[in-house]
């Protein structure tokens, strides 16, 4: 019992520190629009860069990517060169035009950005691109308090429910609050904790209990050799979409609206990205690889729990102090937050600021406008909790879905109007978003995910096939709103 209270403190001090942070960052940047979504536009390349990893990793790198580890070994390691190219494509080729871009066109999110850059006075893309946000959104955001539930039910044998109320409760509260500041000052402190945790515990783990580095890898081939082989004894067709799945997966990064919301607010277009870059890709190595092997110590230490996603949070209450125990759970909820927290504003943005001013027609003030974003964000919390008490289906596989179908909705729309604009027009936008998510999301639901190859494969295939087809079957004049970036492309290419 006394066990349990010290949990419980340490995991209280922590989260009374979150809500502290977004006290303090609403002080500054909440008065106005600009200031609640975009924090100013003054983020430097630690914050940006650290913001951005964890809300990448989610509690899905404790509890689903450990899970899967636990189930398939070092399989899940094909991650980790995706998302290292995906990085690079991001930091390098991505941000710095969105940044300048945005900008030059005042768009706030991702799709303020494709409304403006296709000049659609008829806000269909932005009524189409939100919806696909919201309907991705609220299962992703849905899967994190899942995350939490499970951890604090096996740790702190806090009922499900209650677990999930709590989650919500807090993060709701410093977003309502500080709004964007305080997602980025609260995500850069939380990643900072999530690199201590997903380094150190494997460490501990590897070379203390488990023997060194040797005897570790010895005790999980004779468990299961598969465990050690990099396709788990899977062949041909089966071998090939199952790497090519992971690899693509992180390209799919550059689909994300609640990354991409980080390059809007950062201070500047071309050193934030290229310092940002290695803190990004040195974040992506640790935390893959930590995962990994979390996954295969608790497959030694527990080769027999019932369910996988339960592994890490089991693990660590049987094996460290309270006062430990109660760090590491915060470094759980650390991962759990930052990406609760990104995904509940960006979704806010879009009803509050995207969709409302279109459906009233009616002109609000700045104040007004943070007002109806608290409303907003209170009520997407809401329908977060109810869809993760319905439990669709694991942390892991949820989380891939909503993220790959958001990347093929939007990663090919948004590399061709950033990179190739003249091949770009709303109607072959509006296809693009429509088919992308359409393809992924009826590969995933046939079941061809597990078989075939991930549904992010053929969704952005799909939509980079429709922009295509569309530029040359279907001539029209230019849409695309030229910006100062085109301009300094076109000297470019001349010179």
Known sequence: MSGNFTVLAVFTIY?????????????????????????????????????????????????GAVG????????????????????????????????????????????????????????????????????????????????????????????????????????????????????????????????????????????????????????????????????????????????????TTGIGTIGQPHNLQRYFATKDAEDVFYKGMWVKAAFNIISMTGACLLGLIARVIMPEIADPEYAFPTLIYGTFSPVICGVIIAGIFAAIQSTFDSQLLVAVQTVASDFLPIVSRKKFGERAKVHISRITMIVLSVLAFIIAVLDIDT??????????????????LLVFLLCAPQMVTKKSAIAAMLVGAGVATVWYVSGLTQTVIWEIVPGMLSATIVIIALHYFIKGEREFVETKDDTMNHRIRRN
């Open 15 to 63: 989260m009374a520190f979150m809500m502290w942070i977004g006290i303090l960052s609403g002080k500054e940047s909440t008065n106005d629009e600009q200031g609640f979504y975009l924090g100013n536009r003054s983020f430097g390349f630690y914050s940006t860069a650290m913001s951005s990893a964890a809300t990448d990793t989610s509690g899905w790198i404790y509890i």
């Open 68 to 247: 899967y580890a636990y189930m398939c070994g070092i399989e899940f390691m094909w991650m980790v060169p995706g998302y290292a190219l995906g990085g690079v494509i991001s930091w390098l080729m991505i941000g710095p035009k969105l940044r300048r871009q945005s900008e030059s066109l005042e768009a706030m999110d991702l799709i303020d950005y494709f409304e403006k850059r296709l000049d659609d006075k008829a806000h269909i893309l932005k009524i189409i691109g939100g919806l696909l946000i919201i309907l991705f959104f609220i299962p992703y955001m849905g899967s994190q308090l899942k995350s939490a539930a499970i951890t604090m039910n096996v740790i702190l044998d806090t009922n499900y429910i209650l677990a999930m109320i709590i989650t919500a409760a807090i993060v709701t509260f410093y977003c309502f609050f500080g709004g964007y500041k305080a997602v980025v000052w609260t995500d850069t402190v939380q990643g900072t904790l999530m690199l201590l945790v997903l380094l150190g515990v494997p460490v501990y783990f590897i070379f203390g209990p488990l023997g060194g580095w040797e005897s570790f890898w010895t005790q999980v081939y004779g468990i299961d050799p598969h465990l050690t082989d990099v396709v788990y004894g899977k062949g041909g067709n089966a071998a090939f979409g199952m790497v090519s799945g992971y690899l």
């Open 395 to 412: 942390v892991f596989y949820l989380i891939l879905f909503a993220s790959n179908c958001m990347a093929s909705a939007f990663g090919p």
